[in-house]
């Protein structure tokens, strides 16, 4: 068999710049960007724009190897200030805009950042308040062309990039050097992982480790019935600082031509979704429990309605069985037509309950989605077999930023519910003796920064990657994880316990918000359990329960207006 070939990021850029110009690259909301191009770039636009940037990082001695860093929420400045350091022969380090300021002091100085990109005056401030706490950073540049003002420190992204007009003539050849002297073992991000305990680990990623995950994904996609190419849009709303969304989508994106659509933010998620109309979007466990929460009451608000959309779902139950074969795999592909299946009542029935209740959830998606994945924690089984009823493949599998993605997937024609599915794109896995799940192959990180010793402990002997899970196999190769490793609730009496089981039993309650399971060292299992207070206001509004309004506080820090803490 033919050896792959693998473009470095840079090379995939100019060429899907070249073969698809004219086609939209990014898409998002002109009131939030001084109405510019009415909402709308082409990739030779994004071309243009990404150039542009980068001139003025060269402009200002960004040299080869160096780390600028992004701290902001998505937009498309984010995506072309990630293209531009990355063809500047640069390293992209991601910063979750929301991380307080010890925790940015410490991925910068560990990183050596020397420049840092922010999304608005907010996160500037707040960054400038610990300024003298980074001396690696030199340049601080706020992604908002309306942004103005200048001192020896900051500057504006229209200002950097008046600065590399100015300079046009002097860096455009050394970025040319720069972008095709980009080579597969180059770093091209570091990622900083969350961490259990103490700090985060910064983990690097090299042009090899994307463009082998990416290109084994999209073969994957290709034998799975999962399509993503030109006239795809993905709507970006998770954290673009994170593994998911940026290779899943905008990365993904980038090596196929499809069109990235920006969320306004978190909370604007599904008019956003009506707006854009995706293909395909990224999604994590709780806000799919959201979702159904949000479809379940809006299909329940009276009770006809109720009653209505009860008997659906019941018929669509039914149906689902006509997709499942004597495994437990689902067959979610578009060329499998569940109707031909079907016997004549159940067809008739399927087909009304379809056009009272499921197609107008499907609108509620924008009306095209084709598919939706899930990762980072796990789904209930129960929940993705009601997306399933109701006509909305959601595709869950599993990775991690060491993994830069997903290392397993479920095929969209052999889904198989609470199972992440077999090894993929690209990836090998097997099972420790102790139950920890190793992976190798394709997409892997090459190491943490700085932390030698962290490096050599996240590796066996003969090179597989120890991912910290404990999973169980079967004969089909799909996994189930069981649980973190060093999540596992160890009791006194000696039993062991896997506190996601407990939690997956809330994930779609309306009345809980978060549980969290404890029990170390104790005789039983406990729960710290955090009510859904927008849920008790309204029910006590209804209930006519008096509470006093003026002790409620927001928080906006995940993009949504969540209340946070109420009186008595």
Not at 15 to 42: H, M, V
Not at 83 to 102: D, E, K, R
Not at 240 to 267: M, N, Q
Not at 403 to 411: G, I, K, L, R
Request: aromatic share 10%.
């Amino acid at each position: 068999m033919a050896e792959l070939r693998l473009p470095t990021i840079s090379e995939a850029f100019y060429e899907t710049c070249a073969k698809f110009a004219s086609r939209p690259a990014q898409r998002f909301n002109p009131d939030l960007y001084i109405d510019e191009n009415q909402g709308c770039l082409t990739y030779q636009e994004l071309q243009q724009r990404v150039e542009r940037i980068a001139f003025g990082l060269l402009a200002l001695g960004f040299e080869k190897g160096q780390r600028a860093a992004i701290m902001s929420n998505n937009s498309p400045n984010w995506t072309q200030a990630d293209y531009a350091i990355i063809n500047s022969g640069g390293v992209t380090v991601t910063i979750y805009p929301s991380l307080s300021l010890n925790e940015v002091s410490y991925i910068v100085n560990d990183s050596m950042s020397q420049f840092l990109f922010v999304g608005n005056e907010d996160t500037l401030q707040r960054i400038l308040a610990g300024s003298d706490g980074m001396p690696s950073l030199k340049k601080i540049i706020v992604l908002d062309m309306k942004f103005a003002k200048e001192n020896q420190k900051v500057i504006g992204l229209q200002q950097l990039i008046k600065i590399g007009e100015s300079q046009r003539a002097t860096v455009s050849e050394l970025y040319q050097e720069r972008w095709k002297g980009n080579t597969l073992e180059d770093w091209f991000s570091i990622i900083y992982t969350s961490g259990t305990t103490g700090q985060g680990k910064g983990a690097i990623l090299t042009h090899r480790t994307f463009a082998s995950r990416a290109i084994n994904t999209l073969i994957t996609f290709s034998q799975t019935a999962i399509s993503i190419n030109e006239e795809s849009v993905c709507l970006s709303f998770l954290p673009l600082s994170h593994i998911f969304e940026r290779g899943c989508g905008e990365l993904i994106a980038l090596y196929t031509g499809a069109c990235v659509a920006y969320a306004d933010s978190p909370s604007t998620m599904l008019a956003d979704m009506r707006k854009y109309q995706p293909t395909w979007i990224n999604c994590v466990p709780r806000l799919y429990e959201r979702i159904f929460i949000t479809v379940r009451e809006q299909m329940s608000a009276s009770k006809i309605k109720g009653f209505i959309f009860r008997v659906a779902m019941g018929i669509g139950d039914k149906v689902l069985t006509y997709r499942t074969d004597t495994e437990g795999r689902i067959n979610m592909s578009p060329e499998y037509d569940v109707r031909k299946h079907l016997p004549l009542f159940l067809k008739l029935g399927y087909l009304l309950a379809d056009r009272l209740v499921f197609a107008k959830v499907r609108n509620i998606f924008g009306g095209k989605l084709q598919h939706t994945f899930t990762a980072s924690a796990g789904i209930s089984p129960k929940l993705l077999k009601t997306f399933y009823i109701m006509g909305i493949p959601v595709v869950e599998g599993y990775g991690l930023t060491e993994t830069c993605t997903a290392c397993n997937v479920n095929p969209l024609q052999a889904l198989k519910p609470g199972k992440v599915g077999p090894a993929a794109n690209g990836s090998f896995g097997k099972v420790a003796e102790d139950g920890e799940y190793l992976v190798s192959g394709a997409g892997m990180f090459i190491g943490y920064l700085n932390k030698p010793e962290e490096t050599a402990e996240a590796f066996t002997e003969d090179g597989w990657f120890r991912t910290g899970d404990l999973v169980e196999m079967d004969e089909d190769g799909y996994v189930k994880i069981v649980d973190r490793k060093k999540a596992i609730i160890c009791l006194s009496t000696g039993k062991n316990i896997a506190p996601a089981k407990i939690e997956v039993q809330f994930s779609t309650s309306s009345k809980v918000e978060q549980v969290f399971i404890i029990g170390d060292e104790r005789k039983y299992i406990a729960a710290l359990i955090v009510p859904n207070f927008d849920y008790f206001m309204r029910l006590f509004e209804r209930e006519q329960i008096s509470f006093d309004r003026s002790k409620l506080v927001y928080s906006k820090a995940s993009g949504a207006s969540v209340c946070i803490e109420v009186g008595e």
